[in-house]
């Protein structure tokens, strides 16, 4: 198909067409208790190891290793602590020990059933054990389902920042039971919004405006309009990792509009439950968009249009939102320097010259960076 999709009875199909490491992209419902014929289907040969979190395994296991055993491909399953904290060397050593002490083959694959946390440690855990076994990725929450699983990226963090130490592997199939996400709490599906409304801001602007006008059946799930945002925004991030799978000619760089000011506000808040991933981005995206507009490159009218959705959904826009003690002016800047898309020592950000037009600016006067920051530490 032309556009890459198909849509087979209650399934949407997504093709990641990256020749021999291309994969497909299954959006539905009640897909996790009919997987086991789908990937016996997918990798004959395999018996599959799951990996989850303590949440998720209790809500959603059972059906998922039910469906595995009728068709004798379950190894067993290993369950890490819910939050970013399991992104860490510690957690990472213990998953692979585990998977080894299950019986993990290099023909076998190791299933990430869960939300970022849980796709990111163990894709990268199936990168590395056995020097690269397979991974399907099979995302719990509204952010891995339109971004974390997809497109190959894995990693832990460090005191230094978010995802500084992790590998490229594609996974060879991604699951989205979109079901599932009605089990999510209100702020961590809120959080999760944040990513969907990223697609429209640095890249389709009718979709934000989609956004704007049905937010409230998506975060409800009525009429379809949840799927929808999930479908589209699936649709975009992987046309974007086609387009640039290593984040080499800097189109993937795009899906970090607002991640370095936001990365640097989780690394500060320890990653932890006091400011989650998708708070963090809402706060950077709006950032983004007035330091855009400082620049000269973004009309105010589209910065107050950013900032005024992310209020009316619930989500924080201000540094001074973050509970507890807040960042000084250095912090950041410390912070944001350990970006991976510093180049020569040079900040790089992602700004946008407006709705639907992000573009990656590497000319940043450090001068006028600081000053905004300080502002923006003052609360503005």
Not at 270 to 299: K, N, Q, W
Request: with cysteine.
């Amino acid at each position: 198909m032309c556009d890459g999709t198909a849509t087979l009875a209650a399934e949407t199909i997504i093709d990641v067409g990256l020749a021999e490491r291309g994969y497909a992209i299954v959006i539905g419902e009640d897909l996790i208790g009919a997987a086991g014929p789908r990937l016996k289907a997918l990798l004959p040969h395999a018996r599959f190891a799951v990996v989850s979190d303590a949440n998720v395994a209790s809500l959603h296991m059972a059906p998922l290793k039910d469906s595995l055993e009728q068709e004798g491909l379950f190894l067993g399953s290993a369950v890490v602590a819910p939050g970013e904290a399991s992104k860490s060397f510690p957690a990472l050593a213990k998953l692979c020990e585990t998977l080894l002490d299950l019986g993990v083959e290099r023909g076998d694959c190791v299933i990430a059933f869960g939300g970022g946390v849980v796709g990111d440690l163990t894709g990268f855990a199936a990168s590395i054990l056995r020097r690269g076994v397979r991974v399907v990725q099979m995302p719990t929450t509204l952010l891995a389902q339109v971004d974390s699983a997809i497109g190959g990226k894995t990693g832990i963090d460090t005191k230094q920042g978010k995802n500084l130490i992790g590998t490229f592997h594609q996974p060879s199939l991604v699951l989205a039971d979109v079901a599932v996400l009605s089990t999510l709490s209100p702020r961590e599906f809120r959080a999760g919004y944040a990513e969907v409304a990223k697609y429209g801001l640095l890249g389709d602007a009718p979709f934000f405006a989609w956004l704007e006008q049905n937010w409230g059946d998506v975060f409800k799930g009525e009429d379809g309009k949840r799927r929808h945002a999930v479908e589209t925004s699936a649709r975009a991030k992987a046309e974007i990792v086609v387009a640039d799978e290593r984040e080499m000619s800097g189109t993937r760089a795009l899906l970090n509009l607002g991640h370095t000011f936001g990365h640097a506000l989780e690394a500060f808040a320890g990653f932890s439950d006091r400011l989650l991933h998708g708070e963090a981005i809402a706060i950077g995206m709006r950032l983004a968009f007035t330091y855009s507009v400082e620049r000269g490159l973004c009309a105010p009218e589209d910065a107050a249009r950013v900032e005024q959705h992310f209020r009316a959904v619930g989500l924080p826009t201000e540094i001074s939102a973050i509970p507890g003690d807040k960042p000084t002016t250095g912090e950041l800047l410390r912070l944001m320097a350990q970006d991976k898309k510093v180049t020569g020592g040079k900040m790089v950000l992602v700004l946008a010259r407006g709705i639907g037009q992000a573009l990656v600016e590497s000319d940043i006067a450090m001068d006028q960076l600081t000053d905004f920051l300080k502002r923006e530490c003052a609360g503005r």
